[in-house]
């Protein structure tokens, strides 16, 4: 294989984070990975870079404001509260608020950003990061041991340079956020390879195809229990070949999750160590520049093996490597077969069994044999920096000492704040079940989310019914026919005109801009909330 100039993107504090004790993600994995890539002594045939850690106005690019202002607070003493006790952000238990964890977001989208760049620039032809492919999370939440979804902020990068991306997905779950965030989009197609039925995240059938502009440009490929090696192979190859051929992907990103591996703590397939490496192999066969990122996978030492054996592959060394495990700081991990190797077991491929895999390899095929040609998009060059920041003379912004006055900036938060709360708490979704009171004062909602862990629906509720959100709602009203505004006339008693009742605006600032009915509804709660950031 011809030799590639391959980037090796490694935080060493990444490995230094916990989920909490119990808890299936292990960021250690991380670490581990890299010990035994040092191990084999391949980072002296990659570049090592320590990722710049991704900033919230970075992270911003896709996320709301409100929910990165969120992971930059939380913390496991104040989640309760920040969370509005598990209804928002954080909901299930999942994704808990562990000590740390924007640094470690940070770190993870820092990574594939600077992956991203690394390919744009062209200094690279092949990007790692494998603490990054956290594909579950989405907009304004996380989900699925997933806070930030790095591929996405990463693909968004790639786009500044790229006319089309073709991301793909071999961890065992669908990725959901990424196909969410470009489900209408032509410059950017989704293909994911995953197991469906009565498994996390329950999204991903062949019927989801994209919308709009999209259409057809998000492929899902989904697979029952035990897929082994070569039925892997025989839907994986022609799908993606066929992508190939018609999509024309100026850059290719593979989320490389290992939970999709035989004997997996959370994983359903029977896939082993060089059937999973095979992608990676079939990718770099194409010679498109390349970004590979970790994802799920929940019996370490098998990932720590497996994203290892596809650096090598990445490299072109799988062949030279031995597979006996070198000497390295965590080798009684690997007992006890001191190989790098991931076997088959013996489950049944219920793929092959009833038949089903020749008819989703032949929906995928048809679906893509639909796209008439490559879609191209009008690009132009994309300053990377600011002349001033390229020599040297700009000093970063602090927040503090900036030229914008403080209380300016504390209004416009407070405006977007309040504008905004509105649209994410009463919104409606597609997962979202709102049932309203007869006056439609009040709404209860409830939301229905999936456990990675446990398969089971939950069901998030407030577990009350809450008045609805009237921000800056006044008793004032329009007058069309003399073209002012037209106030209720309430009277209230004045002690400065000797007893006599007035009633228009003086009311209405007496009351402090609420009318009659809400005072006797009890609004004031709603009110004060909505005012306070």
């Known amino acids: ?18 989920y909490g004790f119990g808890h299936p993600m292990k960021p250690h994995r991380m670490r581990i990975t890299h010990d035994l890539v040092a191990a084999y002594g391949m980072l002296d045939k990659v570049q090592v870079l320590r990722p710049k850690r991704a900033t919230p106005e970075s992270m911003t690019t896709f996320h709301t404001d409100e929910y990165i202002n969120f992971l930059h607070r939380v913390t496991p003493e104040t989640a309760e509260e920040l969370t509005y006790h598990g209804t928002r952000f954080l909901m299930g238990e999942d994704n808990p608020a562990f000590e740390g964890v924007f640094e470690f977001c940070s770190i993870s989208a820092g990574g594939s950003i600077a992956a991203a760049q690394r390919i744009a620039s062209g200094a690279a032809d092949i990007a790692i990061n494998w603490a990054g492919g956290l594909h579950h999370a989405k907009k304004r939440e996380a989900s699925g041991f997933c806070y930030i979804n790095d591929i996405v902020l990463g693909i968004l990068e790639l786009l500044r340079s790229y006319p089309r991306v073709l991301y793909i997905d071999i961890d065992c779950h ?31 059938t062949q019927e989801d195809k994209g919308m709009g502009k999209g259409k057809y440009y998000a492929v899902n490929v989904p697979l029952k229990d035990g897929i082994t090696d070569e039925s892997f192979r025989t839907v994986f190859e022609p799908v993606v070949s066929k992508i190939m051929d018609v999509y024309r992907p100026s850059a290719v990103v593979l989320q490389c999750g290992a939970d999709s591996l035989a004997g997996d703590k959370l994983g359903c397939f029977n896939i082993t160590m060089n059937g999973h490496a095979h992608c ?69 491929d219920l793929n092959v069994k009833d038949g089903s895999l020749d008819k989703v390899k032949f929906n995928a095929l048809h679906q893509l044999a639909q796209l008439p040609c490559a879609p ?3 690009m132009h060059d994309v300053p990377r920096e600011t002349l001033g920041k390229h020599l040297g003379l700009e000093v970063e912004d602090d927040r503090e000492d900036s030229g914008m006055d403080g209380l300016d900036r504390r209004l416009a938060q407070h405006a977007r704040y309040l504008y905004k709360l509105q649209e ?25 989310r999936m456990s990675i862990m446990t398969n089971r629906y939950i069901d998030v509720d407030t577990g009350k019914s809450v008045p609805r959100r009237r921000f800056f709602k006044s008793a004032a009203k329009w007058d069309e026919t003399y073209g002012r505004v037209r106030v209720e006339q309430e009277s209230v008693l004045d002690p400065g005109m000797n007893g006599v009742r007035t009633g228009g605006l003086v009311a209405l600032m007496e009351a402090g801009g609420k009318s009659r009915l809400a005072r006797e509804t009890n609004n004031e709660e709603d009110w004060e909330d909505g005012a306070s950031v």
């Open 1 to 18: 294989m011809s030799k590639r100039r391959v980037t090796y993107y490694y935080d060493g504090d990444t490995g230094s984070f916990s």
């Open 174 to 204: 669908h990725g959901d956020g990424v196909e969410e965030a470009f489900y209408t989009t032509d410059r950017v197609m989704t293909c994911s390879f995953h197991k469906f039925g009565e498994y996390f995240p329950g999204t991903g």
């Open 280 to 348: 990676v192999q079939f990718l770099r066969s194409f010679n498109v520049p390349l970004i590979l990122l970790g994802g799920g996978g929940y019996t370490v030492k098998n990932v720590a093996r497996t994203w290892t054996y596809e650096t090598a592959c990445a490299l072109g060394i799988e062949k030279d490597i031995d597979l006996n495990l070198p000497w390295n700081e965590y080798f009684e991990w690997f007992s006890p077969r001191f190989r790098l190797e991931v076997p088959a077991n013996n489950m049944d």
């Open 376 to 378: 191209s998009v009008a």
């Open 424 to 448: 994410a708490t009463a919104g409606s979704e597609e997962s979202d079940d709102e049932r309203y009171d007869s006056d439609g004062s009040s709404y209860r909602r409830s939301r229905k």
